[in-house]
């Protein structure tokens, strides 16, 4: 029987997995502690695009139309022979499209830090309230004890002019 007992005690306590284990582990299977890490606690991936005009060259690029699309209109309109006008003009009329400098960012948001940081905070949530629990219960004492000591002070100051009075009985009533 207790043959059996020593062995249960020394599997428990070889199969029990500490810290200090769990790292030599992971120091021998890194590609299985990364994957595992990588399952439990993913990365956060987040694309903005931000679109930025610059007005001063858009109006350049706007006056400069307008420059050639009147030096063009000059040149059709002078009667030349050619056979392409309309083909011209139509091309003309069409505006391309405005110059914009476009930004994207990309953000990476490890999750593994934010539960880090969820359960710190948590620990310290319950720790600062039970801290504060206690603190009640101090100044709930407190007041308690300031209520007896007025009471007592109350009552000694009763004794204090009780005995003057009768200390000094014989001069305030010869008055």
Known sequence: MSK???????????SCANPKKLHKM????????????????????????????DTALINAYLSEYHY???????LLDAKCDTLYIDKIKEKIKQIPCKPQ????????ESTAKLEVLKNDCDKTITSLSQINS?????IQRLKDKNAKLLVRNIWMWVIIIALAVFSFRKQIFRL
């Not at 059996?4 to 070889?14: G, T």
């Not at 502690?33 to 694309?47: G, S, T």
């Not at 206690?134 to 101090?138: G, L, R, S, Y």
């Open 4 to 14: 059996y007992l020593y062995l249960s005690v020394l599997y428990l306590l070889v």
């Open 26 to 53: 992971m120091d021998k299977l890194p590609f299985n502690a990364a994957d595992e890490c990588a399952q439990r606690f993913p990365i956060k991936e987040r694309i903005d695009t931000l679109m930025i005009e």
């Open 68 to 74: 050639m699309s009147q030096m063009i209109d000059s």
């Open 101 to 108: 400098i476009k930004y994207i960012i990309k953000t990476q």
């Open 134 to 138: 206690q603190n009640v219960t101090e």
